[in-house]
């Protein structure tokens, strides 16, 4: 069990602070209002989430602001820099602007890269960032399990994140290094227009199919041998 500190009460922090309580990890869900964090876990009813300021939730173990870019995130988890050095820092930002329709960084860069660089001694793990919010209320379409992509350049951190998460609704992809967030990222943009246009935003996920190497290659081998 670990203690998780959420900065942040909107779509996305209260359903993973519900995911996370939901796997016995202790949450402190912070918000700039106080007041605010307690009306929600009233009604979320969990004795293990706490509510917190900003300050509370950042003094624990593993940390995830919940809160975008755009607002002035890093601005405003500058003043807990200490707090947050060394830590697992569980990144979900997508850098979108105000309208959703484009991103605020260049190609070059992704929101858990510009996290990495302004907080240095944090450990950032990327996940989450392709789970559009509503996603969270029923996590499995059907049958299937989406996937969550997970980067990170820190590979201990990556195992830390993995070992929290287990037992959640989701199958976890390693998708490799920090920088793959450029491309996890804008996977969003993607998705949620193709989600507009096909009527299932924002209930859309990704899900990478495919089969053992080995198998498909057999497979190939045995095709071309009856063309011949
Ligand atoms: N929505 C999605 O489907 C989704 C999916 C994947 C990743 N994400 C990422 O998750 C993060 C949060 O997204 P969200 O959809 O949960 O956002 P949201 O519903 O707008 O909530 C953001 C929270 O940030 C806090 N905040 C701090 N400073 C703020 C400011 N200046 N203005 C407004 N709010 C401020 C607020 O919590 P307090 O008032 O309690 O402090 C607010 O409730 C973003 O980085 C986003 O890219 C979102």
């Known amino acids: ?8 009460t909107g779509r996305m922090g209260v359903r993973l602070a519900q995911l996370f309580a939901g796997l016995g990890h202790q949450v402190i869900l912070g918000s700039r209002d106080l007041d605010r964090s307690a009306r929600i876990i009233q009604k979320l009813d969990r004795d293990n989430i706490q509510p917190g300021n900003y300050q509370e939730a950042a003094e624990a173990e593993v940390v995830l602001p919940a809160m975008f870019l755009r607002d002035g995130a890093l601005d405003t988890l500058e003043p807990l820099r200490h707090q947050l050095d060394g830590k697992l820092y569980i990144d979900i930002s997508n850098p979108f602007n105000a309208d959703y329709t484009d991103f ?6 992704s929101g858990a890269e510009q996290i990495q660089h ?5 450990r950032v793990v990327g996940a989450f ?4 919010w509503e996603v969270f209320d029923a996590p499995q379409f059907g ?3 989406s996937d969550v992509f997970v980067v990170s350049d820190n590979e201990s951190a990556k195992a830390e994140f993995l070992k929290l998460v287990a037992g959640s609704p989701f199958r976890y992809i390693d998708a490799g290094k920090l920088s793959n967030a450029r491309t996890v990222e804008r996977m969003t943009l993607l998705s949620g227009e193709l989600g507009q246009r096909y009527g299932y935003f924002p209930r859309m996920n990704y899900k990478l199919l495919g089969e053992p190497w080995s198998v498909g290659k057999a497979d190939r081998v045995a095709e071309a041998i009856a063309l011949r």
């Open 143 to 145: 049958n299937t399990v």
């Open 1 to 8: 069990m670990s203690k998780l500190g959420i900065l942040g």
């Open 104 to 109: 605020i960084l260049p190609w070059d860069t």
């Open 118 to 122: 302004r907080f240095p001694k944090t």
């Open 129 to 132: 960032k392709n789970v559009w």
